[in-house]
């Protein structure tokens, strides 16, 4: 078996220490972003000394001249719009985590009521689980600390959300006001802000859960199995955290997005972002909350519930058993050096190639997940060979396996790439410089009916690839390491995180900055600039809801293993009834769930239309722009609907393992999980790639960049209007349901992972009283 090289003394350093360099990295972009004033007295002082040999343009005072750089209104204008996007996200964010706040204890409550009651509250020693002739902490124990590490993981998915939400607005008018002096430079800013909230979350999960580990450590001692099975709570709170807040800013953002294209654009043939229109703040509130808050929330859902699925089988492996903590926290450190690869990874981007021109945006946000994904590799081969013990034994469905080193680094490396070829992919059927998308776009010739059904062919089409690079990391990685290794491969997926949130975040980010950009009356080359960031921003959001969806399903499956091995299930037989009632009915559930959040967005963008139309027949000069249009009232419509329609379909959610665990049983519940699994991960990306593409085919033909283009063109056009309603169409699927159902697969599965006990000792009411 042997020893790894890394000392115990080593690893305890090191996973808070590349944690708090990833907090105070992320505090340095901080900084430098708040270097760019939004005050106009300094603005223009700090314009009158900026020299020829700037970066990002080589004469950038000419640029600044012509662009107004000194006209003190502008600055104004953009500080007061920036506040009032930054008070309607916290705003709505307050009142959705007073809402949410009320779920979270009484759902604590529940994790304690259940799981104290396996053993009837007993405060007894027990038999372990995995090992009868050892005796083990009480249940009442892994009730009081599994709703104490629930409580963890919420609390830290809620302030993950918040502050990136805080930061994005915080950046979005900087990055317009650098759109003057180049796109270079609005990059930059954009980019850097990004990299603030993947840094801060990355750092704050890893560090969180580690400090847990450390504190449920002084009562458990050598009890590991008991220790670990309590930390599940963690990835629990922070994955229901992340539902509430996708679904939740999704229908905020949805329906104020609708709202303003159906009118403005279309019946109105207004720009988009006008600040005539009545829904543009709450549209530019809604990037915020859907976006960053629920992006932020989600990732770091999918990062602790890799990481406790991956501890809870180590625990019950050689490492557990045999106590050796350096290979037992092998994915922490994980996390940990992809920290640092990721710190590296960010310097190219901000510090070493300059972008100068419009058409270098993209290439630089790919070479981001290209460089992180190479430089990982090396990291994970390190950490493998100096954590490691050179073999080893994985729990295996009752047996141990016998695994060897360079096994697990394969497992965890075929994660990563799976997880660079899915967003590749992704970004090949979203991004409208390849034909995919332009063959949507030219299909609006015909009107929006052809348009919508190009689009819908495309979001099938582009499961194919991404299911094979899962399957394949779910085959390889099993062969080699049974459910850990399907549990690592999603760490592995995850591991370059940081860098992936930066550009998921970068796109809302430029995306408020056109807005900005419009609202203030800036000029038309700086729309063009905005422009072009939010396009390249658009097709890396796609690329970050493919990494979401595919790590979700390796996460869920992990989960779903050690669900399995913790309810003493030795086989999941597909021909028994109770099973196959289960598949069935899990495979339903996505449906039913997209069902409620796309209702939710059709009614609150109802109410949308009506009130952008009211005001725009009752309130004279509107359209001539001399009176200004009530904002508070949209923003009012998108965040009474979003808080009252988020409830369903999270209580759908919440309540079905529980439903389903008492009254049917663990055989049951585990059919809905591989169910819900299957056919939710194929929904979600169809929903998110076909209305990326959407997007994209409208933003292909506004830009106007080839002659394809322009012979669609320009908007207003018959092929645009068509466009800007496959795009509406497109707004639910990818924003609200596609990027939820990965939380539905990840967050049924950790719930029945969490619940299992009670479901073992107590569960399958209906078929024991039959």
């Known amino acids: ?169 915080y950046a979005n008018a900087r990055t317009t006001l650098e759109a003057r002096k180049g796109v270079g430079k609005a990059f930059i800013t954009a980019f850097r802000s990004g990299a603030v909230m993947g840094f801060l979350l990355a750092a704050n999960g890893l560090l969180v859960l580690y400090i847990a580990i450390n504190l449920f450590k002084l009562y458990y001692g050598d009890d590991w199995g008991g220790l670990f099975e309590a930390i599940t709570g963690y990835g629990l709170g922070g994955s229901s955290m992340a539902l509430f807040g996708r679904v939740g800013g999704g229908i905020y953002t949805k329906a104020a997005d609708v709202g303003a294209d159906l009118v403005g654009k279309v019946e109105r043939n207004i720009p988009e972002d006008d600040p005539r229109n009545p829904a543009v703040i709450a549209d530019n509130v809604g990037d915020n909350v859907g976006d960053i808050a629920g992006m932020g929330s989600d990732l770091f859902g999918s990062y602790a519930e890799s990481s406790c699925a991956a501890l809870v089988v180590a625990s019950i492996s050689s490492f557990g058993i045999n106590h050796e903590l350096t290979p037992m926290l092998y994915p922490l450190i994980i996390s940990s050096v992809g920290i640092i690869v990721c710190l590296i990874t960010t310097l190219f981007a901000t510090d070493l190639f300059e972008i100068k ?98 689009g819908l062919a495309l979001g099938y089409k582009s499961c194919i690839i991404p299911i094979f690079a899962i399957a394949i990391s779910i085959f390889v990685s099993f062969s080699f390491a049974a459910m850990y290794g399907i549990a690592v491969a999603a760490l592995g997926m995850l591991s370059t995180i940081a860098t992936g949130l930066a550009i998921d975040a970068y796109g809302p980010i430029s995306d408020n900055a056109g807005g900005i950009a419009e609202m203030a009356g800036m000029s038309h080359r700086i729309r063009e600039r905005t422009d072009a960031l939010d396009a390249a921003g658009n097709t890396t959001a796609a690329i970050g809801k493919g990494f979401a969806i595919g790590s979700a399903a390796l996460v869920s499956l992990a989960l779903f293993g050690a669900f399995v091995s913790r309810a003493a299930i030795s086989t999941v037989d597909v021909l028994t009834p109770k099973v196959f009632i289960g598949l069935l009915v899990g495979a339903m559930l996505p449906y039913w769930f997209s069902a409620m959040t796309m209702k939710s967005v059709g009614s609150a963008a109802l109410k949308m239309v009506e009130e952008v139309r009211r005001q725009f027949n009752t309130i004279p000069g ?149």
């Open 1 to 169: 078996m042997g020893s790894p090289i890394l000392p115990d003394l080593a690893t305890e350093i090191l996973i808070p220490v590349c944690a708090v360099i990833g907090i105070a990295f992320s505090l340095l972009q901080w900084v430098l972003v708040s270097k760019v004033t939004l005050s106009p007295a300094r603005d223009s002082a700090s314009a009158g000394n900026s020299g020829a040999g700037g970066k990002n343009g080589c004469a950038d005072y000419l640029i600044e001249e012509e662009e107004g750089l000194n006209d003190h209104n502008v600055v104004l204008k953009c500080a007061e719009i920036q506040t009032a996007i930054s008070e309607g996200a916290t705003s709505f964010l307050f009142t959705e985590y007073q809402y949410v706040g009320i779920f979270m204890v009484a759902f604590a409550i529940l994790i304690f009521v259940f799981l104290g009651s396996v053993e009837g509250f007993s405060t007894k020693s027990q038999p372990c689980t995995y090992d009868k002739s050892k005796t083990c902490k009480p249940a009442l124990a892994t009730a009081i600390f599994s709703t104490i590490s629930f409580l963890l993981g919420a609390v830290t998915s809620v302030v993950s959300g918040f502050l990136g939400m805080k930061i994005a607005t």
């Open 357 to 454: 021109a419009v058409n270098e945006i993209e290439p630089s946000l790919k070479r981001q997940l290209i460089i992180s994904t190479v430089l990982m590799t090396i990291g994970i081969a390190i950490v493998s060979w100096i954590a490691l013990p050179s073999s080893f034994t994985i729990f295996n469905f009752g047996e141990q396996k016998d695994v060897r080193n360079w096994q697990l680094f394969l497992c965890v490396a075929v994660g990563l790439w799976a997880g660079l070829i899915i967003g590749f992919v992704t970004e090949y059927y979203t991004s409208n410089a390849y034909s995919p998308v332009q063959d949507v776009a030219d299909s609006c010739r015909t009107g929006a009916a052809t348009n919508v059904i190009f």
């Open 622 to 770: 509107l359209m001539e722009g001399t009176a200004k249009p009530d904002y508070a009232t949209c923003v009012k419509i998108s965040t009474d609907a979003s808080i009252k329609e988020m409830i369903p379909p999270g209580a759908l959610v919440m309540l079905t393992p529980l439903i389903v665990g008492i009254f049917f049983g663990v055989e049951t519940l585990s059919g809905v999980l591989a169910g819900s699994l299957v056919s939710g991960v194929q929904i979600a990306i169809s929903a998110s790639n076909t209305g990326g593409a959407w997007d994209n085919a409208k933003k292909y033909i506004e830009a106007g960049a080839s002659e394809h283009a322009r012979t669609l063109g320009p908007k207003g056009s018959d092929p645009h209007k068509a466009a800007v309603i496959g795009d509406t169409i497109g707004d639910p699927l990818k924003d609200t349901s596609g990027p939820s159902l990965n939380i539905l697969i990840k967050l049924m599965a950790v719930e029945s992972l969490v619940f299992a006990p009670f479901f073992a000792t107590h569960g399958g009411l209906l078929f024991k009283i039959f």
